[in-house]
């Protein structure tokens, strides 16, 4: 193994571990006296937050969770993901961030729901968990919207400056600016590469990890992963829409299955790559997210359909999934369109637990034997 090669299994190894273990540079972040911001949603302006000094680390799930204490306030027809999100927050385990404080958008209904659970638990004085606020930004047209969210963003740089103690310098926004284009210039070299060097399984893992790392870290190390030389997976060309995925259980399910996932519009995976903030200060964060950071709820059915389309073409994909996760079905209304712009086989899973795919329904619909048995 040469030099490269080593750089790159270095690197592909952090990658692993920032994702699996996602408190891993929360704790390293802590012992240094910098603290941890944990947040939810795809559209939280995290620039603000690393301006702040502080580590942003998104909040994820876990299937394998124990959710009972957080079922006991937030439970029924709400996304089982958020309900394992809120877990972590009340009882953090040994792999989970541990954030002094919690910052939570309004990328989807969830995450409302999910905010307005610990603002009622904060309010009667149930369970300890840090600090929470909220980061109401809008994706609808429109020069109000525009004018609503940097009011909203000017709003939360006050709270930070509160919350540590000073306010956040011009030149503090622009190095965290800096330091975040870095990390999505990386996200779009990896989209670029993932179906042909990748199983989908790994490249979301290196996608999660973003979320996870100080983000020139990330920029450095996801580069140093790409470097070094790769086999193509084997296996049917996928695409994925729908529900977003921040475990890679299903993925690998699939996967296991003879599939290989090339591509994804969620979030968390391709669907949340984003071009760089073109101007470090609070008017540009707030073209940028008024109109490029938007999560999975937030596109409108023209822009989720013509994503599909595109990313189909650009990967290769003979086939797509549209999966949609128990109590976060609205996807399904999309389907229909953005199987007609793919130009492939299409295939429809609904109510589907968190984590877990019906492999056989998939079998079902495209007509395609598994080539495996599901972990």
Do not use: K
């Amino acid at each position: 193994m040469n030099a490269t090669d080593t750089a790159a299994h270095r690197a592909r190894a952090a990658l692993g571990a920032a994702s699996e273990d996602r408190g891993l540079h929360a704790r390293r972040s802590a012992a240094e006296g910098r603290p941890v911001v944990g947040y939810v949603g795809a559209d939280v302006p995290v620039e603000l937050i690393t301006a702040a000094g502080a580590l942003p680390v998104r909040l994820a799930g876990d299937p394998g969770r124990d959710t009972a204490l957080a079922r006991r306030y937030l439970d029924g027809a709400v996304d089982p993901q958020v309900v394992s999100v809120l877990a972590a927050i009340l009882a953090p385990g040994d792999r989970d961030p541990r954030p002094d404080l919690v910052v939570i958008s309004h990328d989807c209904d969830a995450s409302v729901q999910l905010f307005y659970t610990l603002r009622e638990l904060r309010r009667i004085g149930r369970e300890t968990f840090p600090p929470v606020h909220f980061v109401d930004i809008l994706h609808l047209p429109g020069d109000a919207t525009r004018a609503y969210n940097l009011g909203r963003l000017r709003r939360f740089a006050d709270q930070l400056a509160a919350w540590r103690g000073r306010a956040i310098s011009a030149a503090e926004l622009e190095q965290a600016v800096a330091d975040h284009n870095a990390a999505r210039a990386a996200r779009r070299q990896l989209a670029r590469h993932r179906a042909a060097r990748l199983p989908g399984a790994e490249a979301l893992r290196w996608y999660a990890a973003q979320t996870a790392m100080p983000p020139r870290l990330y920029a450095r190390t996801l580069a140093d992963a790409l470097s070094g030389g790769t086999a193509a997976p084997a296996g049917r060309p996928l695409f994925v829409s729908g529900s977003t995925h921040d475990v890679a259980d299903v993925y690998r399910a699939l996967e296991h299955n003879g599939w290989h996932v090339v591509g994804d519009s969620h979030d968390w995976g391709d669907g949340g790559n984003q071009p760089a903030v073109a101007v470090p200060t609070l008017s540009g964060l707030a073209d940028h997210y008024t109109r490029q950071a938007l999560s999975t709820a937030a596109r409108s059915a023209r822009r989720a359909t013509e994503l599909v389309r595109d990313r189909v073409r650009e990967t290769g994909a003979g086939y797509v999934l549209c999966y949609c996760r128990r109590h976060d079905d609205a996807h399904r209304l999309d389907q229909p369109a953005q199987a007609a712009a793919a130009g492939v086989p299409a295939a429809l899973l609904r109510d589907q637990p968190y984590g877990s795919v019906d492999l056989a329904d998939l079998e079902r619909q495209t007509g395609q034997r598994s080539a495996g048995v599901a972990p």
